[in-house]
């Protein structure tokens, strides 16, 4: 038997346990450096013409831009699932440039989390099955998986309703299991792309409410939107035009401290969806 030379969670040099150590070398989560990204075609299109963002624990970034101004683009190669044309993507001080797709496969399981427009839920599983899915390519045990589930549920106020399926809940509740999947395991940051894009504007704010507690407590955030208002909400904003970064606020220099002693239990005042006709 050959043993598996895969790096594994205890070997990882950045890895805490399960997921990323915040280590006190002032290492970027995330450093876009002069990034480019040309699609193929007749013409080509230059979605993204040398970016270059970097972004530190604890912040919570709102990075906004008309449709087709190259977004998602961006947040593709800001997650690793698309590499650049030119330039470097780090994760947690990692160039992804210098790594097989293996080895990019484990950085996006263990330092990554995801939340689409589309929430993207199996509705044959159950709630606590979608959200422990979100440690599936991480090499945690199943046992751990589900204990690991059941408290990012709790985190977004759903616990009670692990059994359930997608399909019995209202949109902002699913986007909510969404955000549950992102936030198992401790990932090193959360992109999310138009997350409440899908949402009446009422649940799309009480997302957003979410989204600002997780960063009061520490987690670090990458909120993509074409919605001013949803900017202007966030700490800092980005603003993309044309594959380019045409404005930024700059880095929130509390979030670093605070990300470095955020209370690491449930979210504070963290409620259950509220039901609709709560809001005025
Ligand atoms: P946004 O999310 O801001 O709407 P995108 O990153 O999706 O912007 O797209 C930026 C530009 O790149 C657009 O002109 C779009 O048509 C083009 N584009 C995006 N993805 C592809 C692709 N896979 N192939 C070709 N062109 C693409
Ligand atoms: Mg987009």
Redesign the pocket.
Known sequence: MTEMVRPTLARDPLAGGNGYAYDDTGTPVLEVDNASKT?P?EPP?E?LRGVSLSIGQGELVGIV??????????LQLMGTLDRPTSGHVRITGLDVATMDDGDVAYLRATRIGFVFQQFFLSEHSSLLENVADGLLYAGVPVAQRRQEALEALELVGLAERQHARPTQLSGGQRQRVAIARALIGQPAIVLA?EPTGNLDQATGKSILVLIEQLHQAGSTIVV?T?DRAIAERMPRRVE?LD?LIVADSGSDASADRRARTAFQGPVPGAQPEPSPGEYP
Do not use: E
């Not at 087709?68 to 961006?74: D, E, F, I, N, P």
């Open positions: 699609y075609g299109v979605a831009g008309p449709s087709g101004s190259g977004k998602t683009s961006l792309d993509i074409h993309i594959g």
